[in-house]
């Protein structure tokens, strides 16, 4: 891997990114699994009131049926009402934004959110919906054949783990 | 109103954005009823061999309950397959985003295309999706008050008409 990303160097710049998104009532909802982390220590860092919450985007994506069920699938848990509240998604690696798509989807099961804006860690580009984040903390290009996403040490810190995959199809 | 928009200087402006997103296989999907006619334009005036397609949201609109079947429900006609295919969507007005939300997910209805890029007249502002158009030809701001809409004389030209609303729940 000659890419070096520092994971906990953009967590401190998405920290202050997504503090400029936050407004009253505001929740955190992370993308699981790698926005999920990123969101809970965003709402303890933030001093938010209300918990964040969980998304998944197993039941909404639009290759379910190649897929089918994994075992994300009960990994939504949203502790809060959705309706009319503005709402910051999280996530860890924006790509061709399929993912998003699916997650807004979920949330919109439900409720009405007042507003959903977009933070991620990384946009690496790739777009093939016209979705776009309110804040990225890096930009940068990888090959498709790439796959990047976020993992968690035992310590809690964050780090990026970048995998050659075959099928390029799997690209989120 | 105060504010003027020559919609033919505009269309103009749009015509040249759109060439640029032009691929092989392209397709224009205009959202009903605005950028409908202007799909139905953009395809006559870069010469594209295959018609372009209308999508109405009506369906998958987030407040359906409220609003119910109207006139537009049998509005979407697409004359090819979605699958695989790069489609270019085309409106009149970018504003909340809740109505392009509401039409991908009705694209995705019929199949899954290989990329969805946004191409608007004007672009209002007031984003509560994170939803942004790889071209815009216009961008400016209106009082949440104020609708704007895309009209058709009977020659063909186009022109906006911009009306006070009281309920601006109607947003779209």
């Given at each position: 891997m000659s890419l070096h990303l520092d994971a906990e160097a953009l967590y401190t710049e998405l920290l202050a990114g997504v503090r400029a998104l936050i407004v009253p009532d505001v929740v955190l909802v992370g993308v699981w699994s790698g926005g999920a982390w990123l969101a809970e220590r965003l709402q303890r860092d933030l001093g938010l009131a209300t918990p964040h919450g969980v998304i998944s985007s197993t039941l909404h994506r639009d290759d379910f049926s190649s897929?089918?069920?994994?075992?994300?699938?009960?990994?939504t848990n949203l502790?809060?009402?959705?309706?009319?509240r503005p709402i910051v998604l999280i996530d860890d690696v924006l790509y061709t934004g399929r993912t998003i798509r699916a997650v807004i989807n979920e949330l919109f099961d439900f409720g009405r959110p007042a507003s959903v804006q977009l933070a991620v860690l990384v946009d690496r580009g790739g777009r093939q919906l016209p979705i776009q984040p309110a804040y990225a903390a890096a930009r940068l290009a990888l090959p498709a054949t790439q796959q990047l996403a976020l993992d968690r040490d035992d310590a809690g810190q964050f780090r990026f783990t970048v995998q050659d995959i075959q099928d390029t199809k799997e690209a989120r």
């Open positions: 897929r089918g069920l994994g075992s994300t699938t009960d990994a502790p809060f009402s959705v309706d009319g």
